[in-house]
């Protein structure tokens, strides 16, 4: 799996050159189409599913092994299968190289009962120019056009029919309204009317310090409302609290971190470092939401992905620690952290380790010559 410095950001995105190549040769997939049918390469847990059976929705959800958000959801989507027992099937579908497998194992083994659904596993296979050839990829993904990212949700209705496509803040009403009869062509229309509006709100509080009490209402309700969404709106909330009182914005994301990412060697706290970066990035392609970032809350942060994080992950993880000491103004402990992760991959010694040693270093320059020019 490759992690390129700044691109962490968007771990768990596939580029939109990388999903549309070749698309041009394939039947666009529209919602209102019959699904394509379901070809996995390997069955990890649960029934497998080899057809979808007149009467029953089917949930499908495409994920990838370095997708921590997409792990965090894993529990609540197995509380959802058990909720909708008889009515509605849920599937979780790795889509990653073969190399990733005994990873995956480790984790559904670590995780146990609390996931208690089918999982499958299915290569895309990436080939010459980046165009991925899998079956299930091409029929499902490719097909459906767009550039989505992970985790992506197919719907499937009781006759065979796809309804729904796109990400996971509307699965919960989706699946109600399926299972229920109730489900319409304008779901997504209805779900969208006022969220960008909402969404407008909070982004112009973080950014501009406008309505921070109701963006702040705003972020709670999307909290309280959807289960799953903690994990899009905690940063949120904390970049809202921490402009009136920094100490218990902290002792919030201490808190998530404890009740969402405390596993040990946890997986799904990937998305940890997705909200660090926007913390020390602040006013550097993030909006400023505070005139100086707590530093020492993100190292606190760091700290605690390196105790429960796949030793896969320490190389972007020493990167990242070496480019917020660059923010901080430490050049000289950032040189530390880069030394670190430089002998990691240079130990490893593949050719992928060293492109990806090669690329952190080129973005580590560039951050420090742009952060060089700005103080002249």
Request: aromatic share 12%; glycine share 8%; proline share 4%.
């Given at each position: 799996?490759?992690?390129y410095?700044?691109?962490?950001?968007?771990i768990?995105s596939?580029?939109?050159?990388?999903?549309?190549?070749?698309?041009?040769?394939h039947?666009?997939?529209?919602?209102?189409?019959?699904?394509?049918s379901?070809?996995i390469?390997?069955?990890?847990?649960?029934?497998?599913?080899?057809?979808?059976?007149?009467?029953?929705?089917?949930?499908?959800?495409?994920?990838s092994?370095?997708c921590?958000?997409?792990?965090?959801?894993?529990p609540?989507?197995?509380?959802?299968?058990?909720?909708?027992?008889g009515?509605?099937?849920?599937?979780?579908?790795?889509?990653?190289?073969?190399?990733?497998?005994?990873y995956i194992?480790?984790f559904?083994?670590?995780m146990?009962?609390?996931?208690?659904?089918?999982?499958?596993?299915?290569n895309?296979?990436?080939?010459?120019?980046n165009?991925?050839?899998g079956?299930?990829?091409?029929?499902?993904?490719?097909?459906?056009?767009s550039?989505?990212?992970?985790?992506?949700?197919?719907?499937?209705d009781?006759?065979?029919?796809?309804?729904?496509?796109?990400?996971?803040?509307?699965?919960?009403d989706a699946?109600?309204?399926?299972v229920?009869g109730?489900?319409?062509a304008?779901f997504?229309?209805?779900?969208?009317?006022?969220?960008?509006?909402r969404?407008t709100?909070?982004?112009?509080?973080i950014?501009?310090?406008?309505n921070?009490?109701?963006a702040?209402?705003?972020?709670?309700?999307?909290?309280?409302?959807?289960p799953?969404?903690e994990?899009?709106?905690y940063?949120?909330?904390?970049?809202?609290m921490a402009?009136?009182?920094?100490?218990t914005?902290a002792?919030?994301?201490?808190?998530?971190?404890?009740?969402?990412?405390g596993?040990p060697?946890?997986?799904?706290?990937?998305?940890?470092?997705?909200?660090?970066?926007?913390?020390?990035?602040?006013?550097h392609?993030y909006p400023?939401?505070v005139?100086?970032p707590?530093?020492?809350?993100?190292?606190?942060?760091?700290?605690?992905?390196?105790?429960?994080?796949?030793?896969?992950?320490?190389?972007m993880?020493?990167?990242e620690?070496?480019?917020?000491?660059?923010?901080s103004?430490?050049?000289?402990?950032a040189m530390?952290?880069?030394?670190?992760m430089?002998?990691?991959?240079?130990?490893?010694g593949?050719?992928?380790?060293?492109?990806?040693m090669?690329?952190?270093?080129?973005?580590?320059?560039?951050?420090?010559?742009n952060?060089?020019?700005k103080?002249?």
């Amino acid at each position: 799996m490759k992690i390129y410095g700044i691109l962490v950001a968007v771990i768990c995105s596939l580029s939109t050159q990388d999903i549309l190549a070749g698309n041009e040769n394939h039947d666009t997939l529209r919602t209102g189409d019959r699904a394509p049918s379901l070809t996995i390469d390997q069955w990890l847990k649960g029934k497998p599913v080899t057809q979808f059976e007149k009467g029953k929705v089917y949930i499908l959800d495409f994920m990838s092994n370095g997708c921590g958000p997409c792990k965090a959801m894993m529990p609540h989507l197995s509380q959802l299968a058990k909720q909708y027992k008889g009515k509605a099937v849920f599937i979780s579908i790795f889509n990653d190289d073969k190399p990733a497998l005994p990873y995956i194992h480790k984790f559904l083994d670590k995780m146990g009962n609390k996931i208690n659904y089918s999982i499958g596993f299915a290569n895309p296979r990436r080939g010459s120019g980046n165009i991925y050839t899998g079956k299930l990829w091409t029929d499902w993904m490719l097909r459906s056009g767009s550039n989505p990212s992970f985790p992506t949700f197919f719907l499937v209705d009781q006759n065979g029919i796809l309804r729904y496509k796109g990400g996971h803040q509307y699965i919960e009403d989706a699946v109600a309204e399926l299972v229920n009869g109730t489900f319409k062509a304008d779901f997504i229309v209805r779900k969208q009317n006022g969220f960008r509006e909402r969404m407008t709100i909070i982004g112009d509080a973080i950014g501009n310090d406008r309505n921070v009490p109701l963006a702040l209402q705003i972020v709670d309700s999307f909290i309280a409302t959807k289960p799953a969404s903690e994990l899009d709106f905690y940063g949120m909330k904390y970049k809202l609290m921490a402009k009136s009182d920094p100490q218990t914005a902290a002792n919030y994301v201490r808190d998530v971190i404890r009740r969402l990412f405390g596993t040990p060697n946890s997986d799904n706290g990937l998305s940890l470092t997705y909200f660090v970066t926007s913390i020390y990035r602040s006013g550097h392609g993030y909006p400023k939401y505070v005139e100086k970032p707590d530093f020492d809350f993100c190292f606190e942060i760091f700290d605690h992905c390196l105790k429960t994080y796949d030793e896969t992950y320490h190389p972007m993880l020493y990167f990242e620690m070496a480019e917020a000491c660059l923010y901080s103004g430490n050049a000289g402990q950032a040189m530390v952290y880069l030394n670190k992760m430089e002998k990691i991959l240079r130990e490893k010694g593949d050719k992928e380790s060293i492109e990806q040693m090669d690329s952190y270093k080129k973005t580590f320059e560039f951050v420090k010559l742009n952060l060089e020019r700005k103080s002249m």
